[in-house]
């Protein structure tokens, strides 16, 4: 049976973790999620990169960010690059906005600076080493609960997190050649 890999597609970077995923295996279905409905023909989320604020509102006024977080309850496993990192944290610094609270982790937004500050860098990933960081207008990660895993740091910032099968990263994957977190992504 074919694998499928949905990615919110309300707004932001999505197009290109699709192309990602379908460099990383030629068997694996990815596809567009926008409702709840298209939500449960999936096996696997990606949260993309995009403006936080502006899709968490769009995710709870049509029922999709409730929707992931039942999926999420039922062992689905989601990755939140970006702003999918801070829609999926339990907190975002000095915000009331909209969040899923997948993963026991408080975010900083724009912690590297705005966006003419954004910038690429290598990044060690636990796991498989080197990979090319893309960082936009990146957030960082600032506390984290005991069952959370730091996978990566730059410098001393905390960049790239896994708790059970939910990842974040506060950098882009999908606009790098390196197929290699889409590929372990598909293995959860």
């Not at 509102?57 to 990755?79: D, T, Y």
Request: with cysteine; glycine share 12%.
């Amino acid at each position: 049976m074919q694998r499928k890999v949905g990615v919110v597609a309300v707004q932001g970077d999505y197009a290109m973790h699709i192309a990602a995923l379908r460099g990383a295996d030629s068997g694996v279905d990815a596809l567009e999620v926008r409702t709840p409905e298209e939500l449960a023909t999936v096996d696997q989320l990606i949260i993309p990169g995009g403006e936080s604020s502006t899709v968490g509102l769009l995710m709870q006024r049509f029922g999709l960010g409730e929707a992931i977080v039942a999926r999420a309850s039922e062992g689905m496993p989601i990755w939140g690059t970006c702003m999918g990192m801070i829609l999926m944290a339990r907190e975002v610094e000095g915000r009331d906005q909209y969040r899923l609270g997948l993963l026991d982790i408080t975010v900083r937004r724009n912690a590297f600076g705005a966006q003419v500050h954004s910038f690429e860098d290598t990044v060690s990933v636990a796991g498989f080493g080197e990979t090319l960081g893309v960082f936009i207008r990146a957030p960082i990660v600032t506390q984290h609960g005991s069952a959370v895993e730091v996978l990566a740091t730059y410098g001393e910032q905390i960049v790239a997190v896994r708790e059970g099968n939910r990842i974040g990263t506060s950098f882009h994957p999908e606009l790098t050649d390196d197929p290699r977190m889409h590929t372990w992504f598909l293995s959860l």
